[in-house]
């Protein structure tokens, strides 16, 4: 098992294992995931499994507390000097989860945001995963402004 940041040659690996894990909705493209590769690599965390990409977690730093719709499309956003690690996306091909892949992807990219000197991370998730990520240290801050793909999403905090 392998973990590391991505590079513009994860680009197909990338959007493959992202149109398995979400509806088209939701999804990203292969155009926002090259500009979010471009921009922010180093804050893609990636699971290869023999070869395979088979878990990735990523996000942009901002200095804006909140999560929002606009995050998602302008990956120009990202500034590395930012206080909060975004998250936009935690990603496991189907056939590899429960197995803690994902899991050992935020574990690391909380400890990467702890030792750049963040305040914390920030994701949204349905509903059903909010108990998931408390168990990892993120607190419930209700239902987020998001309505990206037209769900209902709930903004998740983890403060240093």
């Not at 070869?51 to 998602?72: A, H, Q, R």
């Not at 991370?121 to 037209?150: I, M, P, Q, W």
Request: charged content about 30%; some cysteine.
């Amino acid at each position: 098992m392998e973990i590391r940041t991505a590079v513009m040659a994860d680009l197909a690996a990338v959007t493959r294992v992202e149109r398995s894990c979400f509806p088209a909705a939701e999804a990203a493209t292969e155009e926002q995931f090259a500009e979010r590769l471009r921009y922010y690599g180093a804050h893609f965390w990636l699971l290869i499994l023999e070869g395979e990409l088979v878990s990735f977690v990523d996000g942009f730093v901002t200095d804006e507390k909140d999560l929002t719709d606009e995050m998602y499309e302008k990956a120009e956003l990202h500034d590395p000097k930012g206080a909060w690690q975004m998250i936009f996306g935690v990603n496991t091909l189907p056939r590899y989860r429960r197995k803690g892949y994902a899991e050992r992807l935020l574990r690391r990219a909380i400890e990467d945001a702890r030792k750049q000197g963040r305040k914390g991370l920030v994701l949204t998730c349905k509903k059903e995963l909010v108990l998931y990520y408390g168990k990892l240290g993120f607190v419930d801050e209700g239902v987020s402004a998001s309505v990206h793909g037209n769900v209902v999403w709930y903004q998740m905090r983890l403060t240093f």
